[in-house]
C-alpha cells in the first residue's frame, strides 16, 4: 500500500493542501500530522476577535472532523514530528510511532522568539496558540494591567483588542519610532492611534529583565532601571521556524527551509510551505520567510499541484501581503516594505477622506511595495501590479541549499 502523502503541521498551509489535492483529484492517502491536540485553526483572530471575547475559539476552526472524514484525511492531531529519515522516506513522531511515505510536505510553522532569560513565571506569554489567546484573554480586563514587550503587528494588535476590554496597557518597543520599517509618516500615525486610546508607548526602551514582583503580579525591568508592574506580559519580538525535527536531513537551515518558486526543496520527495519555507522575493529580491496568512493559502495552491500535475506550470510570483486590524483601521502592506531615505513615496499620507497610502521605491525607482490605510482597492490594485511584474528570477531562486547555522 503507497505511503500517499504526509503533511507536517496541521495548521492553515497543511490544511488548505490537503484540499487542495482532493480538489484536484489527488487519490492516494493523505496523513495530516499536527503536534496541537486541536483541530486545524485559524490564528488571524486570536489577536483580535479571541482576545476581545468577541469568538468562543471553536469559531476558528476551520474544518470540522466530519469534513476531514469526508476528505478521506487521516487527521495524526497531538503528535508532534521527531525526526525524519529520507532514505527510507519515515517520519518520526514523539511518541515512537513511524509513518511512511511518498510525498512528505513540510508545513510545521513558526514559533514565537522568546526573551533571552525569560524568568516571569505564569505571567509572561507569547500569542501563537489557541491554548496562548485563552490564557491571555483570562487575565484582560478593568482593573488589570498589561505590558506588551515588542511592537510589531502581533504586539499591537494585543495592545488594541487588550485597551478595548478595559486594560491599562504599557507597550515596550526597542525601535527608536513605532514600526519604523514604513517610514516616519506611518509610525508617527500609528503611535497617535496607540496613544489616543490611551497605550502608554515606551520608545527606544531595552528590557533587562522580567521576574515576579510579589503576589499575582510581574515586574518588566528597563535598562534604564524603569520597573513595570503588570498583570500579564505579553512578548511579541518575532519568530524562529520550527525545524528542529528536521536536523540532519540537510533539508534545513537557521531561516527554515529553502524552497524553489513551486515550494520544491533539495529531496524530490518533500515540499514546503508557509512560515518554515522561504520562499523566492518577487522578481528575484532575495529569499525569505513569510508569516503571513495570505502566502499560506497561494503556496498551498502551488504545493498540491505540484503533487499532482509535476512542476511544469508557471508557479505566478507571490507577493508578500498582510494586514492589520488597529482601532477601527485597516492597515495592508503589499510587496516589499522597508522605508529608505529618498525611496519612500508618501504624498497621499495626509487625505481628505480618511484613506491613506505611501509607496516603496527600489534603487531603480520601481515601486515595489505600499502600506495602504482604509483602502482596500488601492491595496488590490498595487498587488496584482507587482504580480503581473514577473516571477521570481536569478540564480538564487532555485538555490536549494540552507544557510549555514
Not at 519568530?239 to 533539508?251: I, K, M, Q, R, Y
Request: glycine content about 14%; some cysteine.
Amino acid at each position: 500500500m503507497t505511503g500517499g502523502t504526509v503533511i507536517v503541521g496541521a495548521s492553515l498551509a497543511g490544511l488548505r493542501t490537503a484540499q487542495h489535492l482532493r480538489a484536484l483529484g489527488y487519490a492516494d492517502p493523505v496523513t495530516l500530522v499536527g503536534a496541537e491536540p486541536h483541530l486545524p485553526y485559524d490564528r488571524p483572530p486570536l489577536s483580535k476577535q479571541v482576545l476581545l471575547g468577541e469568538w468562543p475559539a471553536s469559531r476558528t476552526h476551520l474544518v470540522t472532523e466530519g469534513q476531514l472524514a469526508e476528505l478521506r484525511v487521516d487527521a495524526r492531531l497531538g503528535a508532534a514530528a521527531t525526526g525524519l529519515d529520507r532514505d527510507r522516506r519515515l517520519l518520526t513522531l514523539a511518541d515512537g510511532g513511524l509513518i511512511p511515505y511518498d510525498f512528505l510536505v513540510v508545513a510545521t510553522g513558526s514559533r514565537p522568539r522568546e526573551l533571552p532569560a525569560p524568568n516571569g513565571g505564569p505571567h509572561v506569554h507569547t500569542l501563537r496558540t489557541l491554548d496562548d489567546a485563552r490564557l491571555i484573554a483570562a487575565r484582560l480586563g478593568p482593573g488589570r494591567r498589561l505590558v506588551v514587550i515588542g511592537a510589531g503587528f502581533i504586539g499591537c494588535e494585543v495592545a488594541c483588542a487588550a485597551v478595548a476590554r478595559g486594560t491599562t496597557v504599557t507597550l515596550v518597543s526597542r525601535e527608536p519610532a513605532l514600526l519604523p520599517q514604513f517610514g516616519p509618516d506611518v509610525s508617527s500615525y500609528l503611535a497617535r492611534l496607540h496613544r489616543d486610546a490611551g497605550v502608554r508607548l515606551l520608545l527606544d526602551a531595552h528590557v533587562r529583565s522580567v521576574g515576579p514582583a510579589g503576589g499575582d503580579a510581574a515586574s518588566v525591568v528597563l535598562a534604564d532601571g524603569t520597573a513595570l508592574d503588570a498583570d500579564v506580559v505579553v512578548v511579541g519580538i518575532g519568530g524562529v521556524p520550527n525545524v528542529e525535527w528536521l536536523a540532519g536531513s540537510g533539508l534545513a537551515g537557521p531561516d527554515g527551509v529553502p524552497v524553489s518558486p513551486h515550494g520544491q526543496t533539495a529531496d524530490p520527495a518533500v515540499l514546503a510551505l508557509g512560515d518554515v519555507a522561504a520562499w523566492p522575493g518577487p522578481a528575484g529580491r532575495g529569499r525569505r520567510r513569510s508569516e503571513h496568512w495570505s502566502h499560506a493559502v497561494e503556496q498551498a495552491k502551488t504545493v498540491a499541484r505540484v503533487l499532482v500535475e509535476g512542476a511544469s506550470f508557471d508557479p505566478g510570483t507571490f507577493v508578500p501581503y498582510a494586514w492589520s486590524d488597529q482601532y477601527g483601521r485597516k492597515l495592508q502592506t503589499v510587496g516589499e516594505v522597508t522605508a529608505r531615505p529618498g525611496r519612500i513615496v508618501s504624498d497621499n499620507w495626509h487625505p481628505t477622506d480618511g484613506r491613506r497610502h505611501c509607496l516603496y521605491l527600489d534603487d531603480r525607482g520601481e515601486v515595489v511595495g505600499g502600506l495602504f490605510v482604509d483602502d482596500p482597492r488601492g491595496a488590490g490594485q498595487l498587488r496584482r501590479a507587482l504580480q503581473r511584474a514577473g516571477a521570481p528570477s536569478g540564480p538564487g531562486a532555485h538555490d536549494l541549499r540552507p544557510a549555514p547555522a
